[in-house]
């Protein structure tokens, strides 16, 4: 009993930060329609800047990580106005865009490790994160669980939810539905697509950069796991279903699942092909994605 509940507190902690990613990619994708690999680097930039403010300029890490989300959420603002809206004034279709994604993402990468190099950068001292004692006498149960996971599961479910009201009840919200189910129309009745996909961009890369602070808080970060995240966070929306933002937070959780499992019975080196191993299941036995509909073929096609 308590092997399952570690592992399972374990695969939310873990799985909470891929929904976030997921998330964030979700948002970006259903309105703009571009496979946003670029996406990881908001991760980075919020981590590095997590590392450099408070182990370098020795502010407390409270403040350090508030100053990194803002600087991730900033980025995507810089991608929107710096690539894609140039590759599409261009006329660039889905392949071109991605590929600038993918080249902009190789390059600020290759930046990071000239600057940084291999090494993980740590925004704390060393050492295990702070635990507390779980004792549940009637059920022989006694855990240590770090406050670090519980933090990581709350924020994400408090975030989770903020999101979700916002689409639902913010005029900002609306407008960005709109440019989602039909952008000609959308813009037609007077919606400012460009101000809309900046929306977009800064709050996906705003989730982006609170998953990397998180992430970063507890293991660091290096240069190179930027498109891993990417391709973590894009997964998460194929399984949990294209078009589907609940499906998005879904698919970040059982990734999650499926690579605290594999870590735990078969070793570290099976998590990550556990994850594309969940994936490729997914496309063959469920290709609409977990809580995806046939309603959302045509987002899939463009994927």
């Keep these: 009993m308590e092997t399952f509940i570690q592992i399972g507190i374990n695969a939310l902690s873990l799985g909470a930060i891929y929904a976030l990613l997921s998330l964030g990619f979700a948002v970006i994708y259903n309105t703009v329609r571009i496979f946003h690999v670029l996406h990881g680097a908001a991760f980075l930039i919020a981590g590095y800047a997590t ?12 403040f350090a990580a508030s100053i990194a989300v803002i600087l991730a959420g900033a980025s995507g603002i810089f991608m929107e106005l710096a690539v894609y809206r140039r590759l599409r004034v261009r006329g660039a279709g889905f392949l071109v865009s991605f590929l600038g994604s993918l080249a902009a993402l190789f390059f600020f990468e ?3 490790l000239t600057i940084a190099r291999t090494t993980a950068r740590l925004p704390r001292p060393g050492g295990p994160l702070p635990t507390f004692n ?11 669980i770090k406050w670090h996971a519980v ?22 919200g609306r407008m960005i539905r709109a440019i989602a189910s039909n952008p000609d129309l959308a813009v037609a009745v007077g919606i400012n697509a460009s101000q809309v996909y900046l929306m977009v961009f800064v709050l996906g890369s705003t989730l982006a950069g609170i998953g990397g602070v998180m992430q970063t808080y507890e293991g660091g970060v290096i240069p190179n796991v930027g498109i891993r995240l990417a391709i ?35 070793g570290g080196n099976w998590a990550i ?30 994927l």
């Design 110 to 112: 290759g930046l990071l």
């Design 273 to 302: 092909p556990a994850g594309f191993i969940l994936l490729l299941l997914v496309i063959l036995f469920r290709p609409y994605g977990l809580l995806g509909t046939r309603e959302h073929r045509e987002l899939r096609r463009l």
């Design 51 to 62: 590392w450099w403010l408070a182990q370098e300029q020795g502010l407390p890490i409270f």
């Design 232 to 266: 973590t966070a894009a997964g998460g929306v194929i399984i949990g279903g294209i078009g589907s933002m609940p499906g998005a937070v879904v698919g970040g959780l059982a990734l999650g699942l499926a690579q605290t499992i594999a870590s735990y019975y078969f």
């Design 134 to 144: 779980l004792q549940i006498e009637a059920l022989d149960i006694d855990l240590f």
């Design 151 to 172: 933090n990581t599961i709350v924020l994400v479910a408090i975030l989770v939810l903020a999101v979700t009201l916002f689409f639902r009840y913010t005029k900002w």
